[in-house]
């Protein structure tokens, strides 16, 4: 049995930008325009804000990323749902994904299943707070053990229970999906995420929060480092503050755009 305490944030995804049909559009209705960004869900929220207006012929100086910001700064966030992103999210618990499937709109989530997946391999997400006391932190691996036992011994007796079923398959399944009752919401999970811009500032803002929940705070700020590299003019407004605990908080002056 592993504790974990840090999650793994990976980019799976990113846009691309038919380039020819952006041209093409644009020689339709007699204009020439071009962007300075290389960054897909950049140059796509851009072309949406520009549509709105039909403001090709006549830009603003200061390209993709002064655009941007004017959108930030008057709150146009509708743009923003145009830019998309994949991340698979790992070592983090289902306390995490019970919170994170909250955010509902503009957000799609695959979710390791425990119906088909044995858990008796689990590893478990350990919270700093307790890792940090050697006696809130015994007292956790002793309850986890315990959990983590009766799973696989559950798992062996109702195998045995559902041993007439003639599908293999779903003979484990029906075994895995009531032993799965005793596992605790510390269980290490993983989930594949799909977002889009506006979502994610949602979601960086809520979580990123001092008063969020530290396991998602954690994760919140994780993937803030990672937008920040891969859409700056999308994400750059964001700060990380130290807390006092050595944490950190988000932070921007364009909040609920």
């Not at 504790?3 to 380039?19: A, K, M, N, S, W």
């Not at 999210?89 to 499937?101: A, K, Y």
């Amino acid at each position: 049995m592993r504790i974990l305490r840090d999650p793994q944030i990976y980019l799976l995804g990113r846009q691309t930008t038919e380039q020819g049909e952006v041209d093409r559009f644009l020689s339709d209705h007699g204009v020439a325009w071009q962007t300075d960004t290389e960054v897909a869900g950049e140059h796509l929220v851009e072309v949406a804000g520009r549509v709105c207006y039909m403001s090709f012929a006549k830009p603003r100086p200061g390209g993709n990323q002064a655009y941007i910001h004017h959108i930030l700064e008057v709150g146009h966030g509708s743009v923003l749902e145009h830019a998309v992103w994949n991340f698979l999210i790992t070592g983090v618990s289902r306390s995490f994904t019970h919170e994170l499937v909250r955010h509902r709109a503009g957000m799609g989530y695959s979710q390791l299943s425990q119906r088909y997946v044995d858990e008796s391999v689990a590893e478990y997400v350990e919270p700093d707070c307790i890792a940090d006391d050697p006696a809130a932190h015994q007292i956790f691996q002793e309850t986890v053990q315990a959990a983590h036992d009766g799973y696989r011994k559950l798992v062996d007796i109702l195998s045995e229970k559902f041993a007439d079923e003639p599908d293999r398959t779903l003979r484990r399944k029906k075994a895995r999906q009531a032993a799965r009752s005793v596992l605790p919401n510390a269980t290490e999970t993983k989930i594949f995420v799909t977002a889009n811009g506006r979502s994610l500032r949602h979601f960086l803002e809520m979580r990123g929060s001092r008063h969020a929940e530290d396991e998602i705070r954690k994760v919140a700020v994780a993937m803030l480092r990672i937008l920040q590299k891969e859409s700056p003019n999308l994400f750059g407004d964001y700060t990380l503050d130290q807390l006092e605990d050595g944490t950190f908080e988000i932070s921007t002056p364009f909040r609920k755009v």
